[in-house]
């Protein structure tokens, strides 16, 4: 009984953390099982054994912990290409250098769960079909704006509207600051895309991921004005059927579903 409620406690602790974070902690905790497990039996293992046998604890771990099913061979593969990386003898720079570049493309993903994506050509070219037909001055949001390819393109077929972005991490908002400066009708902004006012604008699209889409909808249910567009690529709103879809024949096959407030 008191094994059972420690464990419920450890799920709702580990529940609560961002999955990066839990599968680390999973990580120290099928080394430290493992090394136990070796000293105990005075099993002798090289290195690559050992680590697999802790990608095996780990993947146990995370598969009770309720990881997503993606996180499996993550954790499967994390220690035994740790040590194939080691017997590289790669300078320890190149991985600064790399950990640098991956905080500025991702910065907060391991806490929002919202990873770069990048909207295709043929996903921009089906965004004017939501655009309003005849109100000049009309405002467009791209939350998560990227490389601010959506912005820009918008900009360009349809200069009667003004087209705002805002977007997370350094590097792909500087990309796109330096990209729109030379549009008069567009602007982006560095930050959270919730602190940013819905009501403000007539169309406002997102292509982030599935775990922010629950609370989005409540924060545009709450701010956005009536006739205006809500418009998501790929990811529902959990429980809320979308108003409309459209198919876009692109690479992802992505769907972009609408909802008219």
Request: proline letters at 7%; aromatic letters at 14%; charged letters at 15%.
């Amino acid at each position: 009984m008191f094994i059972a409620a420690l464990k419920n406690k450890l799920l709702t602790l580990l529940k609560k953390l961002p999955p990066s974070v839990t599968a680390l902690l999973l990580q120290f905790a099928a080394f430290a099982l493992a090394m136990l497990g070796v000293r105990m039996l005075d099993i002798q293992f090289t290195p690559l054994p050992f680590a697999l046998l802790c990608g095996l604890i780990a993947i146990s771990f995370s598969h009770f912990a309720g990881l997503a099913r993606w996180w499996l061979p993550i954790q499967l593969l994390f220690a035994p290409a740790l040590v194939l990386m080691l017997k590289l003898n790669i300078p320890p720079g190149v991985f600064l250098a790399a950990f640098f570049i991956l905080l500025v493309v991702y910065w907060s993903t391991f806490r929002t769960q919202v990873p770069l994506y990048l909207s295709s050509n043929k996903v921009w070219h089906a965004l004017e079909n939501f655009l309003p037909d005849a109100k000049a001055g009309f405002r467009f949001i791209d939350l998560g704006s990227g490389l601010g390819g959506v912005l820009t393109h918008l900009a360009n077929v349809r200069p009667d509207g003004y087209y705002s972005g805002v977007e997370s991490a350094p590097l792909p908002f500087l990309w796109s600051w330096l990209r729109i400066r030379a549009y008069r009708n567009c602007e982006v902004h560095w930050g959270s895309l919730w602190e940013c006012d819905l009501a403000k604008y007539d169309v406002v699209f997102a292509y982030l991921s599935p775990v922010p889409m629950k609370q989005l909808w409540h924060k545009a249910s709450a701010e956005m004005r009536p006739e205006t567009v809500f418009i998501s690529s790929t990811f529902s709103v959990p429980d809320q059927a979308p108003h409309e879809t459209m198919q876009v024949d692109d690479l992802h096959h992505s769907t972009l579903l609408i909802w008219r407030m």
